[in-house]
């Protein structure tokens, strides 16, 4: 049985992390994105992952949603004042983006709207100049 998460949180890798122990023969296989765990503190990298658990990458936001009238977009929205939610600075998500990169990991990004995308492919691209792996192939 193979489960794919979409966001991992916490207590799922703490359960995990106990079944590979107690349950060697078990069928059930997770895979999945971080976002909020400290993968160190349990011994996963890129090239060593749990037979239980399969950390393909990590996952942020950049903005919000369009319905919601978060994304981050470079001109107003007709139905309010404002250009929505910028949840995270460039200099932050260049940051976070590149300590994630340079430790192997996959990157993916929430992002809607059009300045958003901007800001985020921008960061992609600082990240690989400074350090280039091709092989990692951040999304959108």
Same mark, same amino acid.
């Given at each position: 049985?193979?489960? $794919?998460?979409?966001?991992?949180q916490?207590?799922?890798?703490?359960?995990?992390?106990?079944?590979?122990? *107690?349950?060697? %023969?078990?069928?059930?296989?997770?895979s999945?994105v971080?976002?909020? =765990?400290?993968? *160190?503190?349990?011994?996963?990298?890129?090239?060593?992952?749990?037979?239980? $658990?399969?950390i !393909? &990458?990590?996952?942020? +936001?950049?903005d &919000?949603?369009? %319905?919601g &009238?978060s994304?981050?977009?470079?001109?107003?929205?007709? !139905?309010r004042?404002?250009?929505?939610?910028?949840?995270?600075?460039?200099n932050?998500?260049?940051?976070s983006n590149?300590?994630?990169?340079?430790?192997? +990991? %996959?990157?993916?990004?929430?992002?809607? &709207?059009?300045?958003?995308i901007?800001?985020?492919?921008d960061?992609?691209?600082? =990240? %690989?100049?400074?350090?280039? *792996?091709?092989?990692?192939?951040?999304r959108?």
């Amino acid at each position: 049985i193979v489960v $794919l998460a979409l966001s991992i949180q916490r207590r799922i890798f703490q359960h995990y992390m106990k079944l590979s122990i *107690k349950e060697p %023969q078990s069928d059930i296989r997770v895979s999945g994105v971080n976002r909020l =765990v400290n993968l *160190k503190e349990f011994k996963i990298t890129p090239s060593k992952n749990d037979n239980y $658990l399969r950390i !393909i &990458g990590m996952k942020c +936001w950049a903005d &919000g949603s369009t %319905q919601g &009238g978060s994304a981050f977009l470079k001109e107003n929205y007709l !139905i309010r004042n404002g250009e929505g939610d910028n949840s995270i600075t460039n200099n932050n998500k260049f940051i976070s983006n590149k300590k994630s990169h340079d430790e192997g +990991w %996959q990157v993916g990004v929430h992002t809607n &709207g059009d300045a958003a995308i901007e800001i985020v492919l921008d960061t992609f691209q600082k =990240v %690989q100049n400074a350090n280039p *792996k091709p092989e990692l192939r951040h999304r959108i």
